[in-house]
């Protein structure tokens, strides 16, 4: 190869908007990217899933990778999110689970004794570590495409709350009564089967970085069930765990978590703090204090409401945003499965468009 036919340069990760906003730096514009960005909205991921489960789609090394640079592609966000399910590490450790169309995880044999606890955390959580390759592998894949563009790779996993929910009901739960109930009555128990899961999702996590993530997410979608004093003594010190001293910087979210929102620093452990689209960013920034990133918090709702409602609701995300040490712009939840990707594609230039 001749020096006029040698590729461009390119820039440092580390220079992308979205590690700078976790390293509290603020980019000329803010980063976006979308909970859910990778999945049921886009066509393209509708095609390519056809006839393919969706745990086996996520431990498809080729096939995750590509339905992780889907959205990349088409909607031009500043960061992937790898293209996978919280309970994968849990299928990783053989446990049997399924992810049911129109319903979500069901597991085949709920955890809900003492004895239910002893059974499955008896599985070491290099059992995990060992068994996740085909992770490693597709990040490797992703990460192969996302460098020639200096695009960072998110990667993420289910926090033990949440992951707990799943298992102690059997399956999804609109109030997780059973997790909540062993919480109080049995926390030897609970603080066992939090511990383990939060080797787990630790396992599942440095997995993805070994291969090259650039950064993490942590999801407690259902800790907004739980009052602020049980989150704090039973919750987040397994949340913590999982993810204090990782190479790379974590962000971590919960719905609903406004009444315990500074806790979801964990201690500092976390980079970033997602917030959902129920409270301000103003006030957000507020509670989590000087030296925390924001990230969110776009209401889902209003990604079919008429384009000049949701600009002015953009806008005013991003202005609110301007409270925080840094800002990465996203949905206070996932993207819904009716969105139009059109429309995510017009909230990026939007986003793009504005001076921060």
Same mark, same amino acid.
Request: hydrophobic fraction near 45%; aromatic fraction near 6%.
């Given at each position: 190869?001749?020096?006029?036919?040698?590729?461009?340069?390119?820039?440092?990760?580390?220079?992308?908007?979205?590690?700078?906003?976790?390293?509290?730096?603020?980019?000329?514009?803010?980063?976006?990217?979308?909970?859910?960005?990778?999945?049921?909205?886009?066509?393209?991921?509708?095609?390519?899933?056809?006839?393919?489960?969706?745990?086996?789609?996520?431990?498809?090394?080729?096939?995750?990778?590509?339905?992780?640079?889907?959205?990349?592609?088409?909607?031009?966000?500043?960061?992937?999110?790898?293209?996978?399910?919280?309970?994968?590490?849990l299928r990783l450790a053989?446990?049997?689970?399924?992810?049911?169309?129109?319903?979500?995880?069901?597991?085949?044999?709920?955890?809900?004794?003492?004895?239910?606890?002893?059974?499955?955390?008896?599985?070491?959580?290099?059992?995990?570590?060992?068994?996740?390759?085909?992770?490693?592998?597709?990040?490797?894949?992703?990460?192969?495409?996302?460098?020639?563009?200096?695009?960072?790779?998110?990667?993420?996993?289910?926090?033990?709350?949440?992951?707990?929910?799943?298992?102690?009901?059997?399956?999804?739960?609109?109030?997780?009564?059973?997790?909540?109930?062993?919480?109080?009555?049995?926390?030897?128990?609970?603080?066992? !089967?939090?511990g383990w899961l939060s $080797? *787990?999702?630790? =396992?599942?996590?440095?997995?993805?970085? +070994?291969? &090259?993530? @650039? %950064?993490?997410?942590?999801?407690?979608?259902?800790?907004?069930?739980?009052?602020?004093?049980?989150?704090?003594?039973?919750?987040?010190?397994?949340?913590?765990?999982?993810?204090?001293?990782?190479?790379?910087?974590?962000?971590?979210?919960?719905?609903?978590?406004?009444?315990?929102?500074?806790?979801?620093?964990?201690?500092?452990?976390?980079?970033?703090?997602?917030?959902?689209?129920?409270?301000?960013?103003?006030?957000?920034?507020?509670?989590?204090?000087?030296?925390?990133?924001?990230?969110?918090?776009?209401?889902?709702? !209003?990604?079919?409401?008429?384009? $000049? *409602?949701?600009? =002015?609701?953009?806008?005013?995300?991003? +202005?609110? &945003?301007? @409270? %925080?040490?840094?800002?990465?712009?996203?949905?206070?939840?996932?993207?819904?499965?009716?969105?139009?990707?059109?429309?995510?594609?017009?909230?990026?230039?939007?986003?793009?468009?504005?001076?921060?």
């Amino acid at each position: 190869m001749s020096h006029a036919d040698a590729p461009e340069p390119r820039a440092p990760l580390s220079s992308s908007a979205l590690l700078r906003a976790l390293a509290g730096d603020r980019p000329e514009t803010a980063p976006v990217w979308f909970m859910r960005q990778a999945g049921r909205s886009l066509p393209e991921y509708r095609e390519l899933r056809v006839g393919t489960r969706m745990l086996d789609a996520c431990l498809t090394p080729d096939l995750a990778a590509e339905i992780t640079l889907q959205p990349v592609r088409r909607h031009g966000v500043d960061a992937a999110v790898f293209f996978s399910d919280i309970v994968v590490p849990l299928r990783l450790a053989g446990v049997e689970v399924e992810i049911e169309p129109g319903r979500g995880p069901v597991f085949a044999s709920p955890v809900r004794t003492a004895d239910d606890v002893a059974r499955i955390t008896a599985i070491a959580p290099a059992d995990v570590a060992a068994a996740a390759e085909p992770v490693r592998e597709a990040v490797r894949l992703t990460v192969a495409e996302l460098d020639r563009t200096g695009t960072p790779l998110i990667g993420f996993a289910g926090a033990p709350f949440t992951l707990a929910a799943y298992l102690v009901e059997g399956g999804p739960s609109k109030e997780h009564l059973r997790a909540r109930a062993m919480m109080q009555s049995d926390q030897g128990s609970w603080n066992r !089967l939090a511990g383990w899961l939060s $080797e *787990v999702s630790r =396992a599942f996590l440095q997995a993805q970085i +070994e291969a &090259g993530a @650039a %950064a993490v997410q942590l999801f407690d979608s259902w800790a907004g069930s739980l009052a602020p004093a049980v989150y704090r003594s039973l919750v987040a010190p397994h949340s913590r765990a999982a993810v204090t001293d990782l190479p790379v910087p974590v962000i971590h979210f919960g719905v609903g978590t406004g009444p315990f929102l500074a806790d979801m620093r964990l201690d500092g452990a976390a980079a970033a703090v997602g917030v959902d689209w129920r409270q301000p960013l103003d006030e957000a920034a507020a509670l989590v204090g000087p030296d925390t990133t924001l990230q969110g918090n776009i209401d889902p709702a !209003l990604l079919g409401a008429p384009w $000049e *409602v949701l600009e =002015a609701h953009v806008r005013d995300v991003v +202005e609110r &945003g301007r @409270a %925080a040490r840094a800002h990465i712009v996203n949905l206070g939840h996932g993207v819904p499965p009716e969105a139009d990707p059109a429309v995510l594609t017009r909230v990026v230039e939007l986003v793009h468009s504005i001076r921060s």
